[in-house]
């Protein structure tokens, strides 16, 4: 059976509400979805969406700005919560070391004269060597995992500052194009220049910002036309199966004990998945509307603002990718 959906991983791009979801892949086409009678909002690229003129009116400016500030608002609270998870893992590795020179001291103990010879030193010694090894195993983990976190957190800082350098090269280009009030002007701020790295960083920037903007509108599109409903039946009939296959076994079999346990918790999770929630769905296609709004913005900086130049390579790290969403 073919899967029905490519489900992307929302990313730190994404402005969209935060809960736990799983991480899928499935590489089919979307046209493979099945049409279904509820009729999604319609899309950041419909050619019939409203547009912003290339002078826009106050009106216009207003709502730029409005919808440009919850963008980097998103970011900014993206990036704060990177920073924690990266604070979090630098935490766990003091902790570590803390065991490690526990264990350090304890093989020091044993050195002294006294205890050369006794069978019980050896074992001793065996033993905290063993759990050294997995201790040094464990931390190389965890350096890696700290890595990861400190690049995910340095980068969202340049979002952050990609989204507030946009805002500010709007306000400059508003209050040079449109009558602007002066209770507005007088807020404000000059638009730095930029570097010729920071012109070429910052333009990759906004653009996967509107690359990860479209995976996460899928996913979205997904939930509400039918598509990643299906997804998760196959997912719950794979689960049946393997339930069913174990079942065959002796069921004080400790490996089918602890499997079925681990594939009964998969099942709960994926049925309630299943569920059509209307608040659920009342959020998702809220959260469609507004990334028509975002598209819209993101669209009249990089096609009427021409601020940033286009990037000259799209390739995007996955290891940057998060995936959140609130049921």
Same mark, same amino acid.
């Given at each position: ?20 979801a ?7 086409p ?12 319609s ?33 900014r609270?993206?990036?704060?919560? /990177?920073?924690? !998870?990266?604070e979090?893992? =630098? $935490?766990?590795?003091?902790? #570590?070391?803390?065991?490690e020179?526990?264990? @350090?001291?304890q ?14 030193? /050896?074992?001793? !010694?065996?033993?905290?060597? =063993? $759990?050294?090894?997995n201790? #040094?195993?464990?931390k190389?983990?965890?350096? @890696? ?26 306000d ?44 996460s ?13 299906k ?23 400790p490996?089918?004990m ?37 598209f ?18 799209k390739?995007?790290?996955s ?9």
């Amino acid at each position: 059976m073919e899967c029905p959906v490519k489900i992307h991983k929302v990313t730190d791009a994404s402005p969209y509400e935060s809960g736990e979801a799983p991480q899928m892949e499935c590489p089919v086409p979307h046209s493979t979805a099945p049409a279904t009678e509820t009729p999604a909002p319609s899309g950041a690229f419909d050619e019939a969406a409203d547009e912003f003129s290339d002078i826009p009116s106050v009106q216009e400016y207003r709502k730029l700005r409005r919808v440009m500030g919850m963008i980097t608002k998103f970011y900014r609270d993206g990036s704060n919560m /990177k920073k924690q !998870n990266y604070e979090t893992m =630098t $935490e766990e590795i003091k902790k #570590l070391e803390v065991d490690e020179n526990m264990v @350090k001291d304890q093989l020091a103990s044993l050195d002294a004269a006294t205890f050369k010879g006794h069978p019980k030193r /050896k074992e001793y !010694n065996n033993m905290l060597k =063993t $759990e050294m090894e997995n201790m #040094l195993t464990q931390k190389a983990t965890l350096l @890696k995992k700290q890595k990861e976190c400190r690049e995910l957190y340095e980068w969202s800082g340049t979002i952050v500052q990609v989204c507030e350098w946009l805002e500010l090269a709007l306000d400059d280009y508003c209050s040079k194009t449109l009558d602007l009030p002066e209770q507005i002007k007088r807020t404000m701020k000059p638009v730095p220049e930029l570097a010729n790295e920071d012109v070429a960083k910052f333009s990759r920037g906004l653009d996967e910002i509107t690359y990860n903007l479209s995976e996460s509108q899928d996913f979205f599109q997904a939930s509400l036309d039918g598509r990643l409903k299906k997804y998760h039946g196959i997912e719950q009939q794979m689960i049946e199966a393997q339930l069913e296959a174990i079942r065959k076994y002796s069921d004080d079999n400790p490996r089918r004990m602890f499997v079925e346990v681990e594939l009964l918790k998969d099942l709960d999770y994926v049925n309630a998945n299943m569920v059509e929630n209307p608040e659920a769905i009342r959020r998702k296609q809220k959260m469609l509307q507004s990334h028509a709004e975002f598209f819209q913005v993101l669209k009249f900086h990089r096609e009427r603002l021409h601020f940033l130049p286009e990037p000259d390579a799209k390739i995007y790290d996955s290891k940057f990718d998060h995936y959140k969403e609130d049921d």
